[in-house]
Protein backbone atom coordinates (compact mmCIF):
# COMPACT_ATOMS: atom_id res chain seq x y z
CA UNK A 1 0.00 0.00 0.00
CA UNK A 2 1.40 3.10 -0.84
CA UNK A 3 1.30 6.32 1.26
CA UNK A 4 -0.16 10.27 0.26
CA UNK A 5 2.92 12.41 -0.28
CA UNK A 6 1.20 14.29 2.73
CA UNK A 7 1.88 11.36 5.34
CA UNK A 8 4.94 10.70 4.31
CA UNK A 9 5.69 14.62 4.43
CA UNK A 10 4.39 14.63 7.99
CA UNK A 11 6.70 11.62 8.75
CA UNK A 12 9.39 13.45 7.78
CA UNK A 13 8.91 16.27 9.90
CA UNK A 14 8.31 14.04 13.12
CA UNK A 15 11.70 12.21 12.11
CA UNK A 16 13.73 15.85 11.81
CA UNK A 17 12.51 17.13 14.72
CA UNK A 18 13.02 13.56 16.74
CA UNK A 19 17.14 13.63 15.33
CA UNK A 20 17.53 17.54 15.16
CA UNK A 21 19.50 18.91 18.36
CA UNK A 22 16.74 21.32 19.44
CA UNK A 23 14.46 18.97 19.00
CA UNK A 24 14.91 16.21 21.00
CA UNK A 25 12.89 15.46 24.10
CA UNK A 26 15.88 14.69 26.22
CA UNK A 27 17.60 17.96 25.54
CA UNK A 28 14.58 20.21 25.15
CA UNK A 29 13.98 18.96 29.10
CA UNK A 30 17.56 19.22 30.61
CA UNK A 31 17.39 22.20 32.60
CA UNK A 32 14.61 20.39 34.10
CA UNK A 33 16.35 17.23 34.75
CA UNK A 34 19.05 19.40 35.82
CA UNK A 35 16.60 21.28 38.59
CA UNK A 36 15.28 17.77 39.65
CA UNK A 37 18.87 16.64 40.15
CA UNK A 38 19.60 19.21 42.48
CA UNK A 39 16.61 18.76 44.39
CA UNK A 40 17.54 15.09 45.15
CA UNK A 41 20.70 15.87 45.87
CA UNK A 42 21.23 16.70 49.47
CA UNK A 43 25.03 17.83 49.73
CA UNK A 44 27.95 18.18 46.85
CA UNK A 45 30.78 20.02 46.61
CA UNK A 46 32.60 21.94 43.65
CA UNK A 47 35.35 23.84 42.89
CA UNK A 48 34.75 27.22 41.52
CA UNK A 49 36.82 29.76 39.31
CA UNK A 50 35.18 33.26 38.75
CA UNK A 51 36.61 36.56 36.97
CA UNK A 52 35.08 39.29 35.23
CA UNK A 53 34.31 39.32 31.05
CA UNK A 54 36.39 43.00 30.78
CA UNK A 55 39.02 43.63 29.05
CA UNK A 56 42.76 43.34 31.58
CA UNK A 57 40.64 41.40 34.00
CA UNK A 58 41.36 38.10 34.61
CA UNK A 59 39.63 34.90 36.35
CA UNK A 60 40.11 34.96 40.62
CA UNK A 61 41.96 31.76 42.15
CA UNK A 62 39.35 28.79 42.92
CA UNK A 63 37.31 28.17 45.95
CA UNK A 64 35.70 25.01 46.43
CA UNK A 65 32.10 25.05 47.93
CA UNK A 66 30.93 23.17 50.08
CA UNK A 67 26.84 22.60 50.37
CA UNK A 68 24.69 20.71 52.49
CA UNK A 69 20.83 20.42 52.86
CA UNK A 70 19.05 22.76 54.66
CA UNK A 71 21.17 25.92 54.19
CA UNK A 72 24.70 24.47 55.52
CA UNK A 73 27.77 26.20 53.49
CA UNK A 74 31.41 26.33 53.17
CA UNK A 75 33.38 28.10 50.70
CA UNK A 76 37.04 27.56 51.17
CA UNK A 77 39.63 29.49 49.06
CA UNK A 78 43.15 28.25 47.75
CA UNK A 79 44.73 30.80 49.38
CA UNK A 80 44.81 32.99 51.78
CA UNK A 81 43.69 36.42 50.05
CA UNK A 82 40.19 35.36 49.91
CA UNK A 83 38.00 34.79 52.80
CA UNK A 84 36.60 32.20 54.12
CA UNK A 85 32.62 31.46 54.50
CA UNK A 86 30.95 29.17 56.60
CA UNK A 87 26.86 28.65 57.33
CA UNK A 88 24.61 26.96 58.99
CA UNK A 89 20.91 26.97 59.42
CA UNK A 90 21.06 29.79 62.42
CA UNK A 91 24.57 31.93 61.81
CA UNK A 92 27.36 32.90 59.37
CA UNK A 93 30.70 33.58 59.65
CA UNK A 94 33.56 35.19 57.38
CA UNK A 95 37.20 35.04 58.50
CA UNK A 96 40.24 36.59 56.61
CA UNK A 97 43.31 34.39 56.58
CA UNK A 98 45.78 37.17 55.91
CA UNK A 99 44.75 39.49 58.78
CA UNK A 100 43.23 36.76 61.52
CA UNK A 101 40.12 38.73 61.60
CA UNK A 102 36.65 37.22 61.72
CA UNK A 103 32.83 38.18 62.05
CA UNK A 104 29.58 36.41 63.11
CA UNK A 105 26.12 37.01 61.80
CA UNK A 106 22.98 35.56 63.39
CA UNK A 107 20.25 37.82 61.70
CA UNK A 108 17.99 35.83 59.31
CA UNK A 109 18.75 38.07 56.15
CA UNK A 110 22.45 38.26 56.45
CA UNK A 111 22.62 34.83 56.96
CA UNK A 112 20.77 33.96 53.71
CA UNK A 113 23.43 36.35 51.76
CA UNK A 114 25.77 34.56 52.87
CA UNK A 115 24.28 31.36 52.05
CA UNK A 116 23.99 32.99 48.07
CA UNK A 117 27.54 32.47 47.65
CA UNK A 118 27.85 32.69 43.36
CA UNK A 119 26.27 32.96 40.06
CA UNK A 120 24.71 29.71 39.91
CA UNK A 121 25.31 27.54 42.90
CA UNK A 122 22.42 29.03 44.70
CA UNK A 123 20.00 27.43 42.29
CA UNK A 124 21.46 24.40 42.71
CA UNK A 125 21.10 24.85 46.14
CA UNK A 126 17.64 25.91 46.03
CA UNK A 127 16.45 24.81 42.27
CA UNK A 128 13.09 26.21 43.21
CA UNK A 129 14.67 29.81 42.52
CA UNK A 130 14.83 29.09 38.89
CA UNK A 131 10.84 30.02 38.94
CA UNK A 132 12.11 33.82 39.26
CA UNK A 133 13.53 33.70 35.77
CA UNK A 134 10.74 34.40 32.91
CA UNK A 135 10.71 31.71 29.81
CA UNK A 136 13.13 29.28 31.38
CA UNK A 137 11.97 25.97 30.20
CA UNK A 138 10.18 27.59 26.73
CA UNK A 139 13.76 29.17 25.39
CA UNK A 140 15.08 26.83 23.33
CA UNK A 141 18.49 25.61 24.30
CA UNK A 142 21.84 26.31 21.94
CA UNK A 143 24.55 23.81 21.46
CA UNK A 144 27.43 25.11 22.59
CA UNK A 145 30.72 24.17 24.00
CA UNK A 146 32.42 24.98 27.57
CA UNK A 147 35.53 24.50 28.59
CA UNK A 148 35.87 21.89 26.30
CA UNK A 149 32.63 19.89 27.24
CA UNK A 150 29.97 19.24 24.53
CA UNK A 151 27.18 21.87 26.39
CA UNK A 152 23.57 23.28 25.83
CA UNK A 153 23.71 26.79 26.51
CA UNK A 154 20.19 27.80 28.51
CA UNK A 155 19.58 31.90 28.86
CA UNK A 156 17.00 32.33 31.72
CA UNK A 157 16.58 35.84 31.80
CA UNK A 158 14.76 38.26 34.54
CA UNK A 159 14.44 41.94 34.93
CA UNK A 160 17.91 42.86 36.37
CA UNK A 161 19.96 40.78 34.08
CA UNK A 162 20.39 37.47 31.96
CA UNK A 163 21.96 34.03 33.76
CA UNK A 164 23.79 31.54 31.42
CA UNK A 165 24.14 27.49 32.28
CA UNK A 166 26.31 25.45 30.24
CA UNK A 167 24.86 22.33 31.04
CA UNK A 168 26.11 19.04 29.78
CA UNK A 169 23.85 15.97 29.24
CA UNK A 170 25.88 12.77 31.01
CA UNK A 171 24.46 8.86 31.92
CA UNK A 172 24.31 10.36 35.59
CA UNK A 173 22.06 13.47 35.01
CA UNK A 174 23.00 16.93 33.94
CA UNK A 175 26.39 18.27 34.91
CA UNK A 176 26.85 22.22 35.17
CA UNK A 177 30.28 23.56 33.47
CA UNK A 178 29.59 27.52 33.70
CA UNK A 179 27.59 30.26 34.73
CA UNK A 180 27.71 33.87 33.21
CA UNK A 181 25.50 37.00 34.68
CA UNK A 182 25.12 39.57 32.12
CA UNK A 183 23.45 42.93 33.73
CA UNK A 184 20.84 44.52 32.56
CA UNK A 185 20.88 48.15 30.69
CA UNK A 186 21.62 50.65 34.16
CA UNK A 187 19.67 53.12 34.97
CA UNK A 188 22.27 54.97 36.20
CA UNK A 189 24.31 54.71 32.91
CA UNK A 190 27.25 53.19 34.62
CA UNK A 191 28.45 49.68 32.55
CA UNK A 192 28.86 46.58 34.84
CA UNK A 193 31.03 43.91 33.68
CA UNK A 194 29.97 40.50 33.02
CA UNK A 195 30.74 37.98 35.50
CA UNK A 196 31.81 34.42 34.69
CA UNK A 197 32.26 31.35 36.71
CA UNK A 198 33.93 27.80 35.82
CA UNK A 199 32.73 24.65 38.09
CA UNK A 200 34.83 21.72 38.16
CA UNK A 201 35.56 18.56 40.18
CA UNK A 202 31.56 18.16 41.27
CA UNK A 203 31.71 15.74 43.87
CA UNK A 204 28.18 13.93 45.60
CA UNK A 205 29.72 12.92 48.84
CA UNK A 206 28.34 13.89 52.22
CA UNK A 207 29.78 16.61 53.81
CA UNK A 208 31.07 15.93 57.48
CA UNK A 209 28.38 18.40 59.93
CA UNK A 210 32.15 19.85 61.35
CA UNK A 211 32.70 21.36 58.21
CA UNK A 212 29.75 24.19 58.91
CA UNK A 213 30.77 25.50 62.29
CA UNK A 214 33.20 27.92 62.65
CA UNK A 215 36.36 27.09 65.38
CA UNK A 216 38.96 30.57 65.63
CA UNK A 217 42.33 29.92 64.82
CA UNK A 218 44.70 30.24 67.65
CA UNK A 219 45.61 34.24 67.32
CA UNK A 220 42.44 35.03 65.42
CA UNK A 221 40.49 37.67 66.95
CA UNK A 222 36.47 39.10 66.63
CA UNK A 223 35.99 42.25 64.85
CA UNK A 224 32.51 44.30 65.35
CA UNK A 225 31.92 48.10 65.98
CA UNK A 226 32.02 47.91 69.79
CA UNK A 227 35.18 45.87 69.97
CA UNK A 228 36.71 48.63 67.63
CA UNK A 229 36.06 51.17 69.69
CA UNK A 230 36.57 49.68 72.45
CA UNK A 231 40.20 48.74 71.18
CA UNK A 232 40.58 52.08 70.19
CA UNK A 233 44.04 53.28 71.42
CA UNK A 234 44.17 55.81 74.24
CA UNK A 235 46.66 57.74 76.19
CA UNK A 236 45.07 58.47 79.38
CA UNK A 237 44.96 61.72 80.85
CA UNK A 238 44.91 62.07 84.64
CA UNK A 239 42.63 65.04 85.78
CA UNK A 240 42.88 67.50 86.49
CA UNK A 241 46.01 68.47 84.36
CA UNK A 242 46.33 71.58 82.29
CA UNK A 243 46.34 68.69 79.23
CA UNK A 244 43.33 66.59 80.44
CA UNK A 245 41.34 70.32 80.61
CA UNK A 246 42.35 71.40 77.16
CA UNK A 247 40.95 68.14 75.79
CA UNK A 248 37.64 68.47 77.37
CA UNK A 249 37.82 71.84 76.33
CA UNK A 250 38.34 70.77 73.11
CA UNK A 251 35.65 68.07 72.99
CA UNK A 252 32.92 70.25 74.44
CA UNK A 253 33.59 73.08 71.82
CA UNK A 254 33.11 69.96 69.04
CA UNK A 255 29.91 69.48 70.28
CA UNK A 256 28.61 72.47 70.40
CA UNK A 257 30.01 73.19 66.47
CA UNK A 258 28.45 69.67 65.78
CA UNK A 259 24.83 70.85 67.27
CA UNK A 260 24.86 73.85 65.35
CA UNK A 261 25.33 72.34 62.58
CA UNK A 262 23.06 69.03 62.93
CA UNK A 263 20.35 70.68 65.47
CA UNK A 264 20.24 74.54 64.47
CA UNK A 265 19.22 73.79 61.13
CA UNK A 266 17.11 70.90 61.75
CA UNK A 267 14.88 73.00 63.47
CA UNK A 268 14.81 75.93 60.91
CA UNK A 269 13.71 73.26 58.38
CA UNK A 270 10.84 71.63 60.45
CA UNK A 271 9.47 74.26 62.78
CA UNK A 272 5.99 73.91 62.64
CA UNK A 273 5.63 69.92 62.59
CA UNK A 274 4.41 68.04 65.68
CA UNK A 275 6.94 65.58 66.15
CA UNK A 276 9.85 68.59 66.12
CA UNK A 277 10.59 68.74 70.33
CA UNK A 278 11.00 64.91 70.49
CA UNK A 279 13.19 64.71 67.61
CA UNK A 280 15.31 67.69 68.14
CA UNK A 281 15.78 66.53 71.94
CA UNK A 282 17.20 63.03 70.14
CA UNK A 283 18.93 64.47 67.53
CA UNK A 284 20.54 66.45 70.34
CA UNK A 285 20.85 63.24 72.56
CA UNK A 286 22.97 61.69 69.36
CA UNK A 287 25.86 64.35 69.15
CA UNK A 288 27.85 62.89 71.37
CA UNK A 289 28.17 59.83 69.92
CA UNK A 290 28.61 61.13 66.34
CA UNK A 291 31.62 62.63 68.08
CA UNK A 292 34.32 60.07 67.75
CA UNK A 293 36.34 62.00 70.50
CA UNK A 294 33.26 61.71 72.59
CA UNK A 295 32.97 58.22 73.00
CA UNK A 296 36.16 57.28 74.35
CA UNK A 297 37.05 58.19 77.81
CA UNK A 298 40.13 59.90 77.84
CA UNK A 299 40.84 59.10 81.77
CA UNK A 300 39.15 55.25 82.29
CA UNK A 301 39.93 54.66 78.24
CA UNK A 302 35.54 53.12 78.41
CA UNK A 303 33.30 53.70 75.65
CA UNK A 304 30.39 55.33 76.34
CA UNK A 305 26.99 53.95 74.55
CA UNK A 306 23.99 55.54 74.14
CA UNK A 307 20.67 54.37 75.48
CA UNK A 308 19.00 51.32 74.56
CA UNK A 309 15.41 53.39 74.04
CA UNK A 310 17.33 56.05 72.01
CA UNK A 311 17.48 54.00 68.42
CA UNK A 312 13.55 52.58 69.12
CA UNK A 313 12.43 56.22 69.86
CA UNK A 314 13.99 57.28 66.68
CA UNK A 315 12.63 54.79 64.62
CA UNK A 316 9.03 55.58 65.76
CA UNK A 317 9.60 59.29 65.05
CA UNK A 318 10.58 58.19 61.54
CA UNK A 319 7.18 55.97 60.74
CA UNK A 320 5.42 59.18 62.18
CA UNK A 321 7.00 60.88 59.67
CA UNK A 322 10.21 62.70 60.49
CA UNK A 323 12.09 61.56 57.49
CA UNK A 324 14.63 64.27 57.12
CA UNK A 325 18.07 62.70 55.80
CA UNK A 326 20.24 64.08 58.65
CA UNK A 327 17.77 63.04 61.53
CA UNK A 328 18.02 59.44 59.61
CA UNK A 329 21.29 59.49 59.45
CA UNK A 330 21.65 60.14 63.19
CA UNK A 331 19.32 57.21 64.26
CA UNK A 332 21.36 54.98 61.39
CA UNK A 333 24.70 55.34 62.79
CA UNK A 334 23.83 54.56 66.83
CA UNK A 335 23.76 50.55 65.35
CA UNK A 336 27.36 51.35 64.98
CA UNK A 337 27.38 50.95 69.07
CA UNK A 338 25.98 47.57 68.57
CA UNK A 339 28.03 44.36 68.69
CA UNK A 340 24.59 42.98 66.19
CA UNK A 341 22.60 45.19 64.02
CA UNK A 342 20.35 44.54 60.95
CA UNK A 343 19.55 45.43 57.31
CA UNK A 344 16.94 47.70 58.39
CA UNK A 345 19.08 50.01 60.46
CA UNK A 346 21.53 50.45 57.76
CA UNK A 347 19.02 51.06 54.89
CA UNK A 348 17.95 53.80 56.91
CA UNK A 349 21.08 55.52 55.81
CA UNK A 350 21.76 53.99 52.42
CA UNK A 351 17.89 55.18 51.36
CA UNK A 352 19.20 58.75 51.98
CA UNK A 353 22.67 59.10 50.68
CA UNK A 354 21.60 60.84 47.67
CA UNK A 355 19.93 63.70 49.63
CA UNK A 356 22.19 63.40 51.76
CA UNK A 357 25.30 64.01 49.67
CA UNK A 358 23.39 67.01 47.96
CA UNK A 359 22.35 68.61 50.21
CA UNK A 360 23.37 72.01 52.49
CA UNK A 361 27.35 71.25 53.96
CA UNK A 362 27.89 68.18 51.57
CA UNK A 363 31.39 67.63 53.42
CA UNK A 364 30.57 67.74 56.55
CA UNK A 365 28.07 65.41 55.86
CA UNK A 366 30.36 62.77 53.75
CA UNK A 367 33.02 63.23 56.41
CA UNK A 368 30.54 61.69 58.85
CA UNK A 369 29.42 59.11 56.44
CA UNK A 370 32.66 57.95 55.54
CA UNK A 371 32.87 57.70 59.69
CA UNK A 372 30.46 56.04 59.73
CA UNK A 373 31.00 53.28 57.38
CA UNK A 374 34.13 52.44 58.93
CA UNK A 375 32.04 52.07 62.59
CA UNK A 376 29.34 50.03 61.49
CA UNK A 377 29.16 46.63 62.23
CA UNK A 378 26.80 45.66 59.37
CA UNK A 379 27.64 42.76 57.69
CA UNK A 380 25.34 41.64 55.15
CA UNK A 381 25.89 44.84 53.51
CA UNK A 382 27.53 43.87 50.13
CA UNK A 383 31.32 45.45 49.66
CA UNK A 384 30.63 46.82 46.48
CA UNK A 385 28.03 48.94 47.62
CA UNK A 386 30.12 50.34 49.96
CA UNK A 387 32.95 51.22 47.19
CA UNK A 388 30.43 52.96 45.20
CA UNK A 389 29.65 55.28 47.66
Not at 108 to 127: C, K
Request: glycine share 6%; net charge neutral.
Amino acid sequence: MRLKKSVWRSVSVLVLLATSPTGRTTEASLLEKFAHKCREAPSWNVVVVSGRSAPGQSAEGGRRIYFSKPGRLRAEPEGDDKPLIVVNESQGWVYAPRDKEYFAVTEADAVRLLQSVGLALPLVADPDQMEGFDERLKSTPTPEPFAGASCLRHDLRREHGTLTLWLEDLPDGPRLHGAEWDPAAPSDGVTRPKQTEIYRDWKSEKAEAALFTFTPPEGAHVIDALSRRQSAKVNPIKAPTADGHLTRDLIKRQQVWMEHQLVDRFVKRHQNEPWLTAATALLRATVPFLCTNATKDQVTGTTKRPPLDLKQTGHDLIAQGCDDPVFCFAVGSLESFQRRTTREDADIVFKKLPALTTGEDTAFIKALIVSWLWQSSYAGEPAARRRDV
